[in-house]
């Protein structure tokens, strides 16, 4: 079946630092979501990718869909103690989503 | 509209007893998932469903088994509970097919085998 490989596994920074997650599968992906979860929580919908090298904002939060739709980032600027949480991205296909293992941010403010 | 809810939100239970687990979609949405998830595992995808249809299956063995009813309210059921089937058990509702739409997932139910 379909897998997805995030890195990395673990973030901490400090208040104010950027933040990268990526997201990897070896086959072509239809479509990417990105989700979080803050402790305690449920996976809460952030963004959908779908075409070829797409890019999409979220305020301090940006996406990438990669040109061979097989790699996906979520980067974030200035992070923020309320950017704190799990983040999975999770590849689409027919009707069911695979996620990856997601990457768990720790910030110190 | 009112989120997906779950219930119950807790449930404690002892290995080879069974349980079942009830999930009511955002209304509207005829789509619902349900996935596992473990600290070791992360989050695994069980089943879809779709119109009272299971139109999709992980890789979990037959003692998980769900269904869906007319009104798009799911429900799950685990027979011969196992201790690895302690977990956090979350449902997620959409309008259209599981994987091409977004997910909207409902609280959980905490599930502690003893």
């Known amino acids: 079946g379909q897998q997805v490989m995030q890195i990395p596994q673990y973030q901490h920074v400090q208040e104010g630092e950027d933040f990268t997650t990526y997201c990897n599968s070896s086959?072509?992906?239809?479509?990417i979501q990105w989700y979080k979860q803050r402790p305690g929580g449920h996976p809460v919908f952030l963004i959908q990718l779908v075409k070829s090298g797409e890019v999409k904002k979220q305020k301090r939060l940006t996406f990438q869909f990669g040109e061979a739709k097989k790699n996906s980032s979520l980067h974030i600027t200035a992070t923020q103690t309320t950017d704190v949480g799990t983040y999975f991205c999770?590849?689409?296909?027919?009707?069911?989503?695979?996620f990856g293992e997601g990457t768990q941010l720790t910030v110190n403010p | 509209k009112a989120g997906v809810t779950q219930t119950p939100r807790y449930l404690i239970k002892t290995r080879g007893q069974q349980v079942t687990l009830s999930c009511s979609p955002i209304s509207g949405h005829r789509s619902v998932s349900w996935y596992q998830q473990t600290p070791g595992q992360g989050l695994q995808f069980l089943f879809e469903y779709f119109s009272e249809t299971q139109r999709n299956k992980g890789n979990f063995p037959g003692r998980f088994s769900g269904r869906q009813f007319s009104n798009s309210r799911s429900e799950m059921n685990v027979s011969t509970l196992e201790l690895g089937d302690s977990a956090l058990y979350l449902c997620?509702?959409?309008?259209?097919?599981?994987?091409?739409?977004?997910?909207?997932f409902g609280p959980g139910t905490r599930l502690t085998v003893l």
């Open positions: 086959t072509t992906l239809s479509n």
């Open positions: 999770a590849a689409g296909s027919g009707s069911r989503l695979t």
């Open positions: 997620a509702s959409s309008e259209l097919a599981g994987g091409q739409d977004t997910q909207y």
